[in-house]
């Protein structure tokens, strides 16, 4: 062994002798970054709520929602909330109901929405209106600037006729289906 | 200049997409409506004519009316300044009779009927040697149900002329009733 190499081993041994205890004390780890995609879309969502005025729904707060305007007459005790009102050769029961369509994403939702209905089966004899609108099987505009994120209170009649109508004592059912459109 | 005027056309339509993806959103829901249609018929009392015998109700066109007969007498004194004249009155039988025509009006909806019961009972027993009848009954007014008339027609003003039969010994002051009427659809 040359000097040189004497040398060289002893700056190799005082390396290792360095670097032993900072091997020793270091522990292994890893980072990693997680790229989350989500895209607040565009989406709106209706729910039919009972309204101060009128009968309580059934499913109130939800989509598919029942009204039960109950037992209706020209001229005995209207149900609470329910008002009748006398015409010639009519009577009509009316009541309220809400609206409330939630937004999301709309850069527009200041345009507000547009509620149309329609009815799935006439019943007959009855006049079914929401808001002074009659229904038919075809889809009908009630209104054309609804506000997101409020309840909308809705009038909702049925017009009897006091002769030659239904038949009294009898349960009279119709499906309407609403449809709310961002503007 | 062609492959220009394509750009801008893609810029424009990639500007307007998005606004246009926003618009149209729809949510549906459903309301089942239901309810019943229940028969029923009103009574509210009317005038119809004027004239002695044809004293006026306030109250018309109510289920809740009343009528003032104003202070009557065997001797009928001073009848016309007591009630404006419009009793017709008549003495006889050591009794004075007061006689004045009352209207009901009936209406019916959604019902099969074409006709209608009326009955009348008194609210109060009246005082001794004091009866009250309408003229179509066989009995006196009592605080029972008496049958006035067994078959009326709807929507038409249904006059009955009330009697009423003070004795001579009937005590003096307030005789007045109230009349119930109720109207059954026959």
Redesign the interface.
Known sequence: MNQRTLRFLGILALAIAAAAPAGAQTKPSATGTLNVVLENG???????NSDASGVT?GGTG???????????????AAPANVTITNQTST?T?TTY?D?D?Q?S????AN?GYTLSADVTSLISG?T?QIDGTTLTTTSQNLSGAGTYATNVQHS?S?V?P??G??????????????????? | MQWRLWVCAMLVIAAIT??C??????????????????????LEFVNVQTGTGYCQISGANTSSASLNLGIASMSGDNMDSENGGCVNWYTGNNAYNILNYVYVKV?????TSSTYTLNAALGSVPPANVTWKFESMTNNLSTSPQPVSSSVQYATAYGMQLLVTVGSTAASGNIGESINFTAMAN
């Open positions: 565009n989406g709106i969502q209706m729910v039919l729904l939800t989509s598919s929602a029942t009204l039960a305007f109950g037992n209706i007459s020209a001229y005995g009577f029961a109901f609206v369509v937004e994403g709309l850069t527009d345009n009855v079914l909702i049925a009897v006091t002769s109508g239904p038949t009294p004592g009898t349960q009279l059912t119709a499906t309407i289906n609403l449809v709310a459109t961002s503007n | 998005p606004a993806a926003q618009s149209g959103q729809t949510s549906s829901s459903t309301l089942v409506v239901s309810m019943t249609v229940q028969s029923s018929i009103s209406f019916e909806a959604n019902t």
